[in-house]
């Protein structure tokens, strides 16, 4: 039966829902939690947190995907008592956002090492949390091109996703070539694979996104919402007409292989976070503006419901 690990356990995939298939609870930078001025009580990171899980809920949203690597503050028992308390499926990963937020001691450690780790996180667990990854994160480090330290962990990646059957999902798909290597080399079938971030400001024009498509990848317009016409728009903002006309031209031909989210963060670590920006996004803009250019509702449901449960089901 299909298959998909949640933090409070697996569940069929036809149970899914609406996917956010690339968000976050809370995301901060490695050491961010030794800086005092940025700690939080647990009832500042609820305060912010739940009401934007529950409005995601009563909009429909049935599985919120967190992406947050190893090292940038993910916290599994706290998503558990989100899931339970605001009824929203929550998949959590294992894996790391690139190899530049790995700490040392993840990044002097061999593909075996981290093969084993990730392995053990999907099938045994995380920690004591009796929860399972559901995903594998990897990425590209700052610069642009695969580090040595990146191509570890995308073939550590990509050994424990053929030993599990969960997918992996990429921050940026820049420098795609090297990423398809390792996966060929790997035997590793592309379509378990998400390529993120194809439509941020900084990266699109860079990322070859009907290329990846063409060789069987998945590719994520996931960084939705982050605009130009923000009041206070981050570097990797993108006016809003460009992104969209961007992903309508991408979904006429690869619709099999899109996904879109807004990698929002609920209540961000170390930083302030982008003001007037949520997960709930996907419902108060992007599938009206959708709409509005003419997509119809079987399309919708493509995107937003049968790619990511294709997608995120275990492979047996
Ligand atoms: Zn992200």
């Not at 149970?15 to 976050?24: D, F, P, Q, S």
């Not at 706290?78 to 040392?104: E, N, Q, R, W």
């Amino acid at each position: 039966m299909s298959r998909v690990n949640t933090v409070l356990g697996p569940i069929p995939a036809e149970e899914l829902g609406i996917v956010a298939v690339h968000e976050h609870i809370g995301y901060g930078m490695p050491g961010s939690e030794l800086d005092t001025q940025w700690w939080k009580t647990p009832e500042q990171r609820y305060a912010e947190t739940v009401p934007k899980l529950r409005k995601f809920h009563e909009y429909g949203g049935g599985t919120f995907v967190e992406v947050t690597g190893i090292c940038n503050g993910r916290d599994v028992d706290y998503y558990k008592s989100l899931s339970a308390k605001t009824g929203v499926h929550i998949v959590a990963c294992t894996g790391f956002v690139g190899g530049d937020t790995a700490l040392p001691f993840f990044a002097r450690a061999s593909v075996d090492y981290l093969t084993d780790h990730f392995v053990h996180e999907i099938t045994v667990g995380i920690g004591d949390t009796g929860s399972r990854a559901g995903v594998i994160k990897v990425g590209v480090s700052r610069g642009g091109r695969m580090t040595e330290l990146d191509k570890r962990i995308y073939r550590a990646a990509a050994r424990a996703a053929l030993r599990t059957g969960v997918p992996i999902l990429t921050h940026l798909a820049i420098d795609a070539e090297n990423a398809i290597a390792i996966f060929h080399d790997e035997k590793l079938p592309l379509d378990r694979v998400l390529f993120g971030h194809a439509d941020d400001g900084v990266n699109a024009e860079k990322t070859r996104d009907t290329w990846i498509a063409e060789q069987g990848g998945r590719v994520g317009f996931d960084t939705f919402g982050y605009e130009t016409e923000l009041e206070d728009p981050p570097f990797w903002a993108r006016p809003r007409k460009e992104r969209l006309d961007h992903f309508l031209r991408f979904i006429d031909g690869h619709l099999d292989k899109a996904l879109a989210s807004a990698d929002a963060n609920c209540s961000p670590l170390g930083w302030p976070g982008v003001k007037g920006h949520t997960v709930n996004y996907l419902f108060e803009d992007l599938m009206p503006d959708l709409r509005a250019a003419g997509v119809d509702e079987a399309t919708l449901t493509t995107l937003f419901v049968d790619n990511p449960a294709a997608f995120l089901t275990i492979q047996a």
